[in-house]
């Protein structure tokens, strides 16, 4: 599945559940992340994505994926959430993949609790991938720009945040992803079997709230991968990655 791809499931998926709202904020954005780069690819090193942004009492989409909370708190929140944690990739993406069968895109399926405090936010997360791996996944993040954030408050401001967190994937996420099976083997990409994965990242967030229409958002972050990913054939044997976004976004 592809970004257009995507961005379209996101679009219906979100029109349909939100149509009904009495109130709601809706924008659209243009961004761009190097995700790929978790591969040891020579080509498609940045995305560019073209997404819905929506803010509700209840429901929101952003970059990050579809979320419902229900609670009724301002301190904290408690949400189901819909999103995509990889990509997936087929043989004729990179010279890297040929002859390996297709990774699916994941979709996963899961809850997130954020609680709002006078330093920031802290938020922890889990979900399963129920199309491709299968598999697990989990996380905590301290600080870091709010989710669902307001885009405006009346005034020109630039919120900078910095972040860092744990991020976990279970032998199935990785090996899925990561994993290189027998019948895929080669000269130069050997069989490897991949186990969990549990990595911690800092980094720094940032919103410019320009007007009552557009909002800029930036991210990056260092990613201190887990041995068992930069292990694997399909990536290179740095102990850090650096992960980095940036997007802008309209208002209606």
């Known amino acids: ?145 709010t989710p669902h954030a307001p885009h405006w408050t009346g005034q020109r401001k630039l919120n900078v945040a910095a972040m860092g967190g744990l991020h976990y994937q279970s032998r199935k996420v990785v090996d899925y992803y990561y994993g290189v099976k027998n019948s895929e083997a080669k000269a130069n990409r050997k069989a490897y079997k991949a186990k969990s994965a549990l990595e911690p990242y800092v980094g720094v967030e940032a919103q410019m709230n320009l007007n009552k229409h557009f909002t800029i958002d930036a991210g990056a972050s260092v990613i201190k991968r887990a041995k068992s990913i930069r292990n694997s054939p399909l990536t290179n044997n740095k102990k850090y990655r650096v992960g980095a976004n940036l997007g802008l976004s309209y208002w209606f």
């Open 1 to 145: 599945m592809n970004h257009l791809t995507k961005t379209r499931l996101l679009l219906a998926i979100s029109m349909t559940l939100v149509s009904g709202a009495s109130h709601a904020d809706w924008g659209l954005r243009l961004g761009t992340d190097n995700h790929h780069q978790k591969y040891n690819t020579k080509k498609n090193k940045y995305d560019g994505l073209i997404g819905l942004e929506y803010r509700g009492d209840k429901f929101n989409a952003s970059k990050n994926g579809l979320s419902y909370d229900f609670s009724n708190s301002e301190k904290h929140a408690i949400e189901l959430s819909l999103s995509t944690h990889h990509d997936g990739f087929k043989a004729g993406d990179d010279d890297l993949f040929k002859g390996m069968s297709k990774r699916k895109t994941s979709v996963d399926i899961g809850g997130r609790v954020i609680i709002n405090t006078g330093l920031g936010s802290a938020v922890v997360n889990a979900s399963r991938d129920v199309n491709a791996s299968k598999g697990y996944e989990a996380g905590i993040k301290l600080g870091g720009i």
